[in-house]
Nanobody
């Protein structure tokens, strides 16, 4: 029974940065693949990034490649999404999700957080 709590969202101007955190109630975070998703008003949910359970390899959507970085601190059971050079189109609710024992990208996530709002506006 995995629970995820996102934090770090807020209001930022274009070009600014935010770091999102996802705290997971798991024994060993390294056993899980972790994904970040977002959903903007009127749009479908979009996969943003993922970090694999086995080798730590990462995946990024083309829309965020070069601007966002996913990482994890297994000792703290926390996943991070560093977001730089933010654009208005990055405005969305951001969700983290985990799946045991798999590599990225994956279409299946068994556990989801409730999201944190990111707003990029002048």
């Amino acid at each position: 029974q995995v629970q995820l709590v996102e934090s770090g969202g807020g209001l930022v101007q274009p070009g600014g940065s935010l770091r999102l955190s996802c705290a997971a109630s798991v024994v060993t975070l390294g056993d899980y693949a972790i994904g970040w998703f977002r959903q903007a008003p009127g749009k479908e949910r979009e996969g943003v990034s993922c970090i694999s359970s086995s080798d730590g390899s990462t995946y990024y959507a083309d829309s965020v490649k070069g601007r966002f970085t996913i990482s994890r601190d297994n000792a703290k059971n926390t996943v991070y999404l560093q977001m730089n050079s933010l654009k208005p189109e990055d405005t969305a609710v951001y969700y983290c999700a985990v799946q045991w024992g798999t590599n990225c990208p994956t279409t299946r996530y068994d556990y989801w957080g409730q999201g944190t709002q990111v707003t990029v506006s002048s």
